[in-house]
């Protein structure tokens, strides 16, 4: 059976692209409001790429960000985080089976690539094949930087209270 353009596929629930972008952007405002987070805190989440601006043995230093926005620096495999006055250094990979994360600023969380587990901007576990949240590293602030250091790596399920514990206040 050859279908052609413009035919609707009996299998298929959506008869148009219509139908589809708009479940889609049902769903996208679901997730958002699951999360608790408003609109403006969507759209307002940024990421960039960037090196620090000094590392010393195991710490890596890089500016906090003015606003929410994460930072991800690749070389060393550390992604920053500002959000909702806290700031936290994360593994790049995702806990799972160690692909490197994306950040999604549409729905403002990261996901693993491979399997699809995804993590809220405070690298809480939301849904996937992962069985806990990023993996945090020990940060401290130094002047108008976030310090990482990446030799203190915690993560959710065996340092519980290190890794509830690992982010900056601002």
């Known amino acids: 059976m050859t279908k052609k ?4 596929c009996e299998q298929c629930p ?18 958002v409001a699951a999360l608790g987070i408003g609109s403006a805190d969507a759209r307002a989440m940024t990421w960039r790429l960037v090196k620090p601006v000094r590392s010393e043995d195991e710490e890596h230093s890089y500016p906090i960000p003015a606003s929410d926005d994460a930072m991800i620096d690749k070389q ?20 799972h089976q160690n ?12 996901q693993c690539p491979k399997h699809h587990s995804r993590y809220q901007p405070d690298g809480v576990f939301i849904s996937g094949r992962a069985t806990r949240s990023m993996d945090r590293f020990g940060v401290r602030r130094d002047g108008d930087n976030i310090v990482v250091d990446v030799d203190k790596y915690y993560r959710q399920d065996q340092n519980a209270a290190e890794w509830t514990a690992a982010f900056l206040t601002l």
Not at 5 to 8: D, L, R, S, T
Not at 18 to 30: C, I, L, N, P, S
């Open 5 to 8: 353009i413009g035919e609707a």
């Open 14 to 31: 959506l008869e148009s692209r219509r139908d589809f972008m708009r479940d889609a952007t049902v769903a996208v405002a679901g997730v």
């Open 76 to 95: 060393n495999q550390v992604i920053i985080v500002r959000w909702q006055g806290k700031a936290y250094g994360f593994n790049l990979s995702c806990p």
């Open 99 to 110: 692909t490197a994360l994306h950040w999604h600023p549409e729905d403002s969380q990261f």
